[in-house]
């Protein structure tokens, strides 16, 4: 069955056109990924959807009896006096509304009359029925399997929902998101936020929904568990995949280099039959008077060649120059932690902890959100409010550090590109404006104060200043966040051809897995070492938590 469907879609933002004759359909329990650049149209397709944009051209059909529920980037505004669990149960009115009449029916049979009993039977029945229908009887194992699943506290339920930073704000609304189950879920980056262990639980959870979901997301690792068709957005119009990202990223090279050949040998034959017509002229000319055969022949060829519809060439990524290079080698041993321990305020945050990084390794760290990553990180930098109680922590010799924070902040944030460029860039003017535009900052662009840019763009910058650094340690601090599933592409590339050391944090599952030879976990306190990328890590874990099931195994079976 159909839930949603676009057609011929157009929708211009003054003279750009964003969408140009899109269209996608959304089934049943259908599970979409809509992908393409920043810029691309992906959230104005969700606004669409939802009424919040209007189009220039085309139909919308979504069908009789569908919800429909939204999670923007930006969580809405509510009024001061709203509660976290008043959140939570936004879409369960109809069934707290039911429940209290439920109550009030109980109140009255308790205290009627003989003869009015039945006609109270009678409407509790229903209403009983309308509230079984409605799953009210779990709604509260509902509320707490949703809040234990997104990290909900109790003690924060009756906390003003206006007093939550921005990130509980959007898990909060999300949570409430997925308690009213609407037919169809639009999800606008969901993974923001969102730790790996609250990730994994999401996935589990998506891929049993009832309903029909469309994601754009960043986090190819989600995509590629949840979703089972791809929508890529290329100039205004959609090309489907009916497999998940990774299915995606094989079947689209696959059809580009199809493209570029069906192209090339277009090109082939237009520029022989442009080169025919001009030797048929000719000739017509040399055979004056009596040429017109010729002159007819050339004719009928500049009819066919007109008839011919002309192909695009394929377009392909614009390419940043991200190649990281190490001016001088460190030593063998880069970073030593040797039995540290850590303390924020009153809280242990590390204990006898310790992390040994030799030159050549790329290492992840990894851990739940709050377990002290970035602090181990901002240690090294003296950032940090952390006490350290014992233990030491050195560099190696040699050991030269380019250091991307996960808050990008530029000395003087009042400053340009061009200005800010200058401070770090060896080369001559004309060699800084291309290489500022082969990073995406073009012509007046570079004018732009840099407390003004995107996420995305205070990363390319960053990039382009560590590049310049020649740096043969590489501290990366969540690097994969504010950027297009390109630039993540490109970045993984050039750390991947990178000689240096690095140590880096991260959620993003994909990522981990293209660059970590080693991964570090953070859990009670310590820090275990695991050989190899994430999906690596998980089955380490996986086998080892056999290994101590398997006496209790034994024990629970062993009859004798």
């Given amino acids: 069955m159909i839930e949603l469907s676009l057609s011929n879609i157009e929708k211009n933002f003054g003279f750009k056109k964003v969408l140009n004759g899109f269209n996608l359909e959304l089934k049943t329990k259908e599970r979409i990924a809509l992908i393409g650049p920043n810029g691309s149209g992906k959230t104005t397709i969700f606004k669409i959807i939802i009424g919040e944009e209007n189009i220039n051209n085309g139909n919308i059909s979504i069908r009789k009896d569908s919800t429909i529920g939204m999670l923007s980037q930006i969580p809405p505004i509510f009024k001061e006096e709203t509660t976290v669990k008043e959140i939570l149960l936004i879409g369960k009115t109809k069934v707290i509304e039911i429940e209290q009449k439920l109550r009030e029916l109980e109140n009255k049979m308790s205290t009627c009359k003989p003869n009015e009993l ?9 209403l009983q029925e309308k509230f079984n229908n409605l799953n009210g009887y779990q709604l509260e194992s509902d509320i707490n399997k949703v809040c234990n699943g997104f990290k909900i506290k109790p003690e924060m339920l009756d906390r003003k929902f206006n007093t939550l930073s921005g990130g509980e704000k959007t898990i909060v609304y999300f949570a409430s998101l997925i308690l009213s189950e609407p037919s169809i879920l639009l999800l606008d980056e969901p993974t923001n936020h969102l730790d790996i262990d609250t990730l994994e639980w999401l996935e589990e959870y998506l891929i049993n929904y009832k309903g029909s979901i469309i994601i754009s997301s960043h986090d190819r690792y989600f995509l590629d568990k949840v979703t089972t068709k791809t929508i890529l957005i ?9 497999g998940n990202y ?25 520029a022989a039959m442009k080169a025919s017509i001009k030797k048929l002229q000719e000739f017509g000319h040399l055979a004056f008077p009596g040429g017109e055969s010729f002159f007819k022949r050339a004719a ?13 060439k394929p377009e392909t990524t614009k390419e940043l120059p991200l190649d990281f290079q190490v001016q001088k080698r460190s030593g063998k041993e880069v970073l030593i932690i040797d039995n540290l321990s850590l303390m924020i305020g009153d809280r242990i945050l590390l204990e006898d902890a310790n992390i040994h990084i030799r030159y050549g390794e790329k290492v992840c760290l990894m851990g739940k959100n709050g377990t002290g990553k970035s602090t181990i990180i901002k240690l090294l930098f003296n950032d940090t409010p952390a006490e350290i109680i014992d233990g030491e922590i050195k560099l190696g010799s040699n050991v030269k550090i380019g250091y991307l924070p996960q808050e990008i902040h530029f000395d003087d944030e009042n400053a340009t590109i061009l200005d800010t460029a200058r401070k770090f860039f060896d080369g001559t003017e004309t060699s800084l404006r291309a290489t500022l535009a ?20 205070k990363v390319r910058l960053k990039l382009l200043e560590l590049i310049q650094k020649k740096a043969n340690f590489l501290i990366l601090d969540e690097p994969t966040n504010h950027i297009d599933i390109d630039t993540k592409e490109m970045l993984e590339e050039a750390l991947n051809e990178y000689t240096g050391t690095i140590l880096f944090i991260s959620h993003d599952r994909y990522f981990i897995n293209k660059l970590a030879k080693r991964t570090l976990y953070i859990e009670n306190n310590h820090i275990n070492s695991y050989i190899g990328n994430y999906d690596d890590y998980k089955e380490q874990i996986s086998r080892l938590s056999n290994i101590e099931e398997e006496p209790n195994k034994r024990k629970k079976y062993n009859t004798n």
């Avoid at 039945?118 to 229903?126: A, P």
């Avoid at 290329?234 to 009916?242: A, D, P, T």
């Avoid at 009928?300 to 695009?312: G, H």
Wanted: glycine share 6%; no cysteine; net charge neutral.
């Fill in 118 to 126: 039945n006609n109270l039977l009678k409407k509790y029945g229903i």
């Fill in 234 to 242: 290329e100039r205004g119009k959609e090309e489907v995949f009916f």
């Fill in 246 to 270: 990774s299915y995606y990223l094989e079947e689209n090279e696959r059809r580009i280099m199809s493209e570029f050949e069906d192209f090339k040998d277009q090109q082939k034959q237009i």
């Fill in 300 to 312: 009928s060829i500049q009819k066919r060649l007109d008839k011919i519809e002309l192909l695009d």
């Fill in 438 to 457: 082969k990073f995406l900052f073009y012509g007046e662009n570079v004018f732009k104060k840099v407390k003004s840019l995107s996420g995305g763009e």
